[in-house]
């Protein structure tokens, strides 16, 4: 087994030290949850449970928020920004941390780097360190600050989300070979808090892979994307609880135009419940999906250690 796979399969003993209460921060009119990559989709999907446990947020990318705040929010100078970055050392999040504290909003890190310059320049900590192996993809780091960020937004993270991640990581491999056979074109589709997760399974697919790929809210594939689905087609459709049923019949379309379709909570080529109530559902599913970024590379005899152009912290000049 390569480091790659190593980081993802063996994630689960990380979850299970990170679980446990946070103390929720004082309620502010508006949470920015920041970061860049990985981390900007673990804010996306952030932000939608945080409104929809009662704390208005929005997710804005490190830079945007480092440079054009008021593009974003018109009171910027007055929010809580949760800046999120596995190193913590990413230029543009650690700035706009920085920025954001100058001029007087707090902030809160999460990390998986205590000695960080973002640990050294927020108001509050949150960390968990990761898998030890970890390398340039962000595998283990990604679910633990997606766990950590749950907690700060006051959900309770059941331990049973663990064995929920692990049934679908080997439902889903059992089946993958023969999924993604022949296949060269992907896309992964989730509303909601699933959308950043589907974010981040295209991410991951398209780093580890470099297979092009793309992520949207589901009926929105319907407006122009559809167009590209054949019998190269690979739809990973991330079943929501608000409108399954419209998810399945898009699914349904996908199938009929030559696509394959894994459908996490819901019909498709591969199709397993995900078993977690709705706000952990994300958590639970993003093991497989890095894992599947990992079998897509290994059928094309790439190894993912060293992801082309890419480097473990992205930092400016
Ligand atoms: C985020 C990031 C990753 C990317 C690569 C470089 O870094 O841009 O999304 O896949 O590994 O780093 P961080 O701010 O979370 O450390």
Same mark, same amino acid.
């Given at each position: 087994?390569?480091?790659? *796979?190593?980081?993802?399969?063996?994630? +689960?003993?990380?979850?299970?030290?990170? &679980?446990?209460?946070?103390?929720?921060?004082?309620?502010?009119?508006?949470?920015? +949850?920041?970061?860049?990559? $990985?981390?900007?989709?673990?804010?996306? #999907?952030?932000?939608?449970?945080?409104?929809?446990?009662?704390?208005?947020?929005?997710?804005?990318?490190?830079?945007?928020?480092?440079?054009?705040?008021? =593009?974003?929010?018109?009171?910027?100078?007055? $929010?809580?920004?949760?800046?999120?970055?596995?190193?913590?050392?990413?230029?543009?999040?650690?700035?706009?941390?920085?920025?954001?504290? #100058?001029?007087?909003?707090?902030?809160?890190?999460? $990390?998986?780097?205590?000695?960080?310059?973002?640990?050294?320049?927020?108001?509050?900590?949150?960390?968990?360190?990761?898998?030890?192996?970890?390398? &340039?993809?962000?595998?283990?780091?990604?679910?633990?600050?997606?766990?950590?960020?749950?907690?700060?937004?006051?959900?309770?993270?059941?331990? !049973?989300?663990?064995?929920?991640?692990?049934?679908?990581?080997?439902?889903?491999?059992?089946?993958?070979?023969?999924?993604?056979?022949?296949? #060269?074109?992907?896309? +992964?589709?989730? !509303? !909601?808090?699933?959308?950043?997760?589907?974010? *981040?399974?295209?991410? %991951?697919?398209? *780093?580890? @892979?470099?297979?092009?790929?793309?992520?949207?809210?589901?009926? *929105?594939?319907?407006?122009?994307?559809?167009?590209?689905? =054949?019998?190269?087609?690979?739809?990973?459709?991330?079943?929501?609880?608000?409108?399954?049923?419209?998810?399945?019949?898009?699914?349904?379309?996908?199938?009929? %135009?030559?696509?394959?379709?894994?459908? +996490?909570?819901?019909?498709?080529?591969? @199709?397993?419940?995900?078993?977690?109530?709705?706000?952990?559902?994300?958590?639970?599913?993003?093991?497989?999906?890095?894992?599947?970024?990992?079998?897509?590379?290994?059928?094309?005899? &790439?190894?993912?250690?060293?992801?082309?152009?890419?480097?473990?912290?992205?930092?400016?000049?």
């Amino acid at each position: 087994m390569g480091i790659t *796979e190593a980081t993802i399969v063996e994630q +689960f003993p990380y979850w299970q030290r990170a &679980i446990g209460p946070i103390a929720t921060p004082p309620k502010a009119a508006l949470t920015v +949850f920041a970061g860049c990559g $990985t981390s900007y989709n673990l804010a996306l #999907s952030l932000s939608a449970l945080s409104n929809a446990a009662g704390r208005p947020a929005i997710a804005v990318p490190g830079d945007e928020w480092l440079h054009r705040p008021q =593009d974003h929010w018109p009171d910027w100078q007055h $929010t809580h920004v949760v800046a999120l970055s596995r190193s913590g050392e990413t230029t543009e999040t650690v700035a706009a941390a920085r920025r954001s504290r #100058s001029v007087g909003a707090r902030v809160t890190a999460i $990390t998986c780097e205590k000695a960080s310059a973002l640990a050294r320049n927020c108001d509050s900590l949150v960390f968990a360190a990761t898998h030890p192996r970890e390398g &340039i993809v962000m595998t283990s780091s990604a679910s633990l600050m997606l766990l950590l960020g749950l907690q700060l937004l006051g959900y309770v993270v059941d331990p !049973g989300v663990v064995g929920a991640a692990t049934g679908l990581l080997e439902g889903l491999d059992k089946q993958l070979p023969g999924l993604i056979a022949g296949r #060269s074109h992907f896309v +992964f589709l989730g !509303g !909601g808090p699933l959308y950043g997760v589907a974010l *981040e399974g295209a991410l %991951k697919l398209m *780093e580890m @892979s470099q297979i092009f790929t793309q992520a949207f809210h589901p009926l *929105e594939y319907r407006h122009g994307p559809i167009s590209l689905v =054949d019998e190269q087609t690979v739809a990973v459709m991330l079943y929501g609880d608000v409108q399954p049923e419209a998810e399945a019949l898009l699914a349904g379309e996908l199938q009929q %135009k030559g696509a394959r379709v894994i459908g +996490f909570g819901g019909p498709g080529d591969f @199709s397993q419940p995900v078993g977690v109530t709705p706000a952990l559902a994300g958590l639970a599913i993003l093991p497989a999906l890095q894992l599947l970024g990992e079998r897509a590379a290994q059928a094309r005899n &790439i190894d993912t250690v060293a992801p082309r152009h890419l480097t473990k912290v992205v930092t400016l000049a």
